[in-house]
């Protein structure tokens, strides 16, 4: 119902700067709550960011806070994650994710119920 494609990953150096962006499509409408979650190998999925459907509540993981920022743009259907400051432990595939349920704050992963295919970001040292 709700089709979702992550871009702009790549490689980076420490320190550096990246911008990803998650397109929707399908049925946009029942999307509310929007979600960037990472994995690294081995490791389980993580919560990132999350936004509201208006844009009006953020919510970060302590390791991403002061760094990253979630934005979105409901007239593009587009909702974006802004990396600044790149460490070499935030490489990992970047998952976008779209919540259909009206809760505040979700960073559970089954709270989402679309997923993008993911983008690689890699950091070096």
């Known amino acids: 119902q709700v089709q979702l494609v992550e871009s702009g990953g790549g490689l980076v150096q420490a320190g550096g700067s990246l911008r990803l962006s998650c397109t929707a499509s399908?049925?946009?409408?029942?999307?509310?709550?929007m979600g960037w979650f990472r994995q690294a190998p081995g490791k389980e999925r993580d919560f990132v960011a999350s936004?509201?459907?208006?844009?009006?509540?953020?919510d970060y993981a302590d390791s991403v806070k002061g760094r990253f920022t979630i934005s979105r743009d409901n007239a593009k259907n587009t909702v974006y994650l802004q990396m600044n400051r790149l460490k070499p432990e935030d490489t990992a595939v970047y998952y976008c994710?779209?919540?259909?349920?009206?809760?505040?704050?979700?960073?559970?992963?089954?709270?989402?119920?679309?997923w993008g295919q993911g983008t690689q970001v890699t950091v070096s040292s």
């Open positions: 994710a779209a919540d259909r349920n009206p809760r505040p704050r979700p960073r559970g992963v089954r709270e989402y119920d679309y």
């Open positions: 399908g049925r946009t409408s029942i999307m509310y709550a």
């Open positions: 936004i509201s459907r208006l844009g009006g509540i953020t």
